[in-house]
């Protein structure tokens, strides 16, 4: 089935299987790694993006439904070679270890900021719901996206 | 997860969905996908087709009518529900909406969904049968419209056949409601729930205790606890909580959620 998505403002046109997630359509297709797989059952956030203006994650779609779709990944962060504000703000704060949850965690604190640039501490909290991750114990990244959102 | 072999639609119109339906045994409803896209990897489900719902206009959004009742288009998203000015006329819907999963989940799953899965955990059905909601079915031989206690069959089994849509949600006026859960983890998968609403009496439907959500009424909280063990519950048992626990926590949620329908 023929598709056409832009991924970070770049069209792809692909032909795909209708059974591809869209996540494998990103890593395998694309070659788009930042985003990444890791519980594949929709709980823990590695595969968030941006879908349509939305936070979504990325296994719990299929390929095919993003047809003429606007798609923004880790990848279309940063400002050129810099880090934009954010990423600047997940390094200065320790808020990663191994940082294979760090692309979802950085989509879904783009997409709060995006609607609400100075949430409160909970709204910041809620916003991170759906993105496990295993090495910080979050309070490093809740200390970025807060100090990011000033 | 490399899903199984699967044909995929994208009608333009509730019209084509159920022709597309109606033509294959094996063509399942694609609504957000939260649910069905999971069972499929875990082939729990395999359809054959998946017939993608999102897009069509006519089953979204959200009226609110004179008399205060609520239509409510089934491929409306829990965020989109939780936004919407006209559902906060029924304040429990928002409430128990945004409890659900997380950002991501809430901005794709959608209320016809979380129905017409009817898993014995979710969220909704005991809702829509405590405050006593309505469900328009269509299919080829029409349309009818069923109360929430004649929707809901069986786990994962609901009144929409083969072949049909649920298209329109119509959620009755009212604002004294109450809604309770014991959860795996905040906003988890619920282990008991009880939604409650109050006009005059009591109307409390328990969740995860059987295979559909099973309505107990009292007079009033004082009389929930007793109403609940007159219901001679006998839920399942798994890791999570055994069948006394559960049942211990129905008559535990249901006082708190009556409670609150009735403060």
Known sequence: ?150 | MLLREVEYAKPASVAEALTLLAADDGARALAGGQTLINVMKARAASPDALVDLNGLEELKGIELGADGTLSIGPMTTYAELIASAEARARPILGEVCATIADVQVRNRGTIGGNLCSNDPTNHLPPLMSAIGAQMTITGAGGTRTVPASDFFLGVYMTAVGPGELLTRIHVPAGRHDGFAAVTLGVDGTCIVNAAATWDGKLRIALGCVDAVPVLVEADSVDDVRAAVRGARLDPPSDVHASSEYRAHLAGVLAERAARQAAG
């Not at chain 1, 395998?28 to 709980?43: A, P, V």
């Open chain 1, 1 to 150: 089935m023929d598709v056409a998505v832009s991924v970070n403002g770049t069209v792809y046109e692909r032909d795909v299987e209708p059974r591809k997630l869209l996540i494998h359509f990103l890593r395998d297709d694309l070659d788009l790694t930042g985003s990444h797989i890791g519980c594949d059952t929709g709980n823990c956030g590695a595969c968030s993006v941006i879908f349509d203006g939305k936070l979504v994650k990325s296994c719990m779609l299929l390929a095919v439904q993003a047809n003429g779709a606007q798609i923004e990944t880790v990848e279309g962060l940063s400002e050129g070679d810099e880090l934009n504000a954010l990423q600047r703000a997940f390094r200065e704060h320790h808020a990663l270890q191994c940082g294979y949850c760090t692309p979802g965690m950085l989509m879904s604190a783009t997409a709060l900021l995006r609607d609400n640039p100075s949430p409160s501490d909970d709204e910041i909290k809620t916003a991170l719901q759906g993105n496990i991750c295993r090495c910080t114990g979050y309070w490093n990244i809740f200390e970025a996206v807060k100090a990011a959102a000033r």
